[in-house]
Structures are given as C-alpha cells and as structure tokens.
C-alpha cells in the first residue's frame, strides 16, 4: 500500500509571497487532514475533510490558509500571504472513513518564510 | 492552553534498560490516546493506543499505561533498542464520532545509547 504523498519537499519563500502545498491520500482514505507542526511544538490540526466536506477548520487562520480537496481525492493547502511565523513542517495525514485514531501521515513539507 | 504536556523534552536510556515516556493532560473529554514515533524529515507513526475505559495496553515491547483519576499516561519501552530512539508524541481525542481530531503535546526526545 502506496503511503501518504507530499509535495514539495521543502520550500523557501520570503514573506508576502504565496504557497502551495500539495497532499495525496492513501487510496480509499475518506479522511484528511492537514496538521502544522513549528520547530519544538506537537503537530496542530488546521483542517479537516471527510470526502471533499470539511470537517473542522476551526484552528485555520483563514484570512491567509485556504485549503480544497477537489472530487476528495487530492488535496492542496496554500499560504497567501505568507508570514515569518508560517515557518514549519506542513503533515497531510489520511485515514479509512470510520473510527480510526492511528491515521497515516506523510512526510511534509517544510516551509521557510524570510 | 497546552491541553497535552509532555514534560520532559528529553530522555537517555542505556540499550537493554526500560524506557518511560509521561505524558499528562487536562482536558477530562479526552477518551482516547495515541503515541506516535517521529524519525528526522519523516511524518510522525502511529505506535500504539489505548482508550479511556482501560487502564493497560501492551503491543510487544511496547505499553502504554492510563491513569484516568490522575489525567497521565506513560509509554515504556522494554528492552529499549538504538532503533527506538525518536522523537515520541503522545496525542489524545475527545470527540468520538466522526471527528478524529489529535491534540499533540510537545513531544519527547528519546535517545537510547548503545
């Protein structure tokens, strides 16, 4: 079973430019999720989808993150404007619909804003 | 609010010996909690879980222990390998249902010398 694809891999970007982030799921995972991990903190749930429905977006600065997830499949999270404290590992994890705690994570990415 | 704390930020055991992870919350809705395993430039891994209405999970060299009254929980590792050495997140749900949302404490750096 194919993991949880991120891309890219890493992106340095100075501040007020935009950013995209690209997710794929693990195929038949109905659940997503993006998390923002800074340096030294746990992971920080931004975004929830359940298909192509969200969730819960209640912890998405949502005057400069926007997030789909299009036919819910794929998924892209992007910055816009980006900020110093943007700075961080961006985690899309997925995981099977139903009661299912040990999501799948993939490898994020990390963002740099100068 | 840190509603997940994981104290202590770092942890060395010798190879062989026990290792043990706390971890303490206070939000009493959680009901379900989670460690996860995270290596350097890798998305974090679901390592073992327990729910609120026991107190005792075991996954070979893994357990996890629940103290409800107290609002703690710990990870041993038994017999610690050079292998285990990570980072190590304890996360808890509250939500049940459909939303599997994870609050993440800081996390704990686990090194286990040879």
């Known amino acids: 079973e194919a993991g949880v694809a991120q891309s890219p891999r890493y992106k340095i970007i100075e501040k007020r430019q935009s950013v995209a982030f690209w997710c794929n799921p693990i195929?038949?995972?109905?659940?997503l999720y993006w998390y923002q991990q800074i340096l030294g903190q746990g992971p920080k749930l931004l975004i929830q989808?359940?298909?192509?429905?969200?969730?819960?977006d209640s912890q998405l600065p949502k005057d400069r993150f926007s997030a789909e997830r299009l036919k819910g499949v794929d998924s892209t999270l992007k910055i816009q404007p980006a900020k110093l404290e943007d700075s961080a590992v961006y985690l899309c994890?997925?995981?099977?619909?139903?009661?299912?705690?040990?999501?799948?994570f993939g490898s994020g990415t990390r963002l740099t804003v100068v | 609010d840190q509603q997940v704390k994981q104290n202590s930020p770092s942890l060395s055991v010798q190879e062989g010996r026990i290792s043990i992870l706390n971890c303490d919350y206070t939000?009493?809705?959680?009901?379900?909690f989670l460690w996860y395993k995270k290596y350097p430039a890798e998305g974090p891994t679901f390592l073992i879980s327990?729910?609120?209405?026991?107190d005792k999970n075991e996954d070979g060299r893994f357990t996890v222990f629940l103290n409800k009254s107290a609002k703690h929980l710990s990870l041993h590792i038994v017999p610690s390998q050079p292998g285990d050495s990570a980072v190590y997140f304890c996360?808890?749900?509250?939500?049940?249902?459909?939303?599997?949302?994870?609050?993440f404490g800081k996390g704990t750096l686990l090194t286990v010398n040879p």
């Open positions: 994890a997925s995981s099977p619909q139903g009661w299912d705690y040990g999501y799948t």
């Open positions: 195929s038949g995972h109905a659940t």
């Open positions: 989808f359940q298909n192509n429905g969200v969730v819960d």
């Open positions: 939000n009493s809705m959680f009901d379900y």
């Open positions: 327990i729910s609120s209405i026991k």
């Open positions: 996360a808890a749900s509250g939500s049940g249902g459909s939303n599997y949302k994870l609050t």
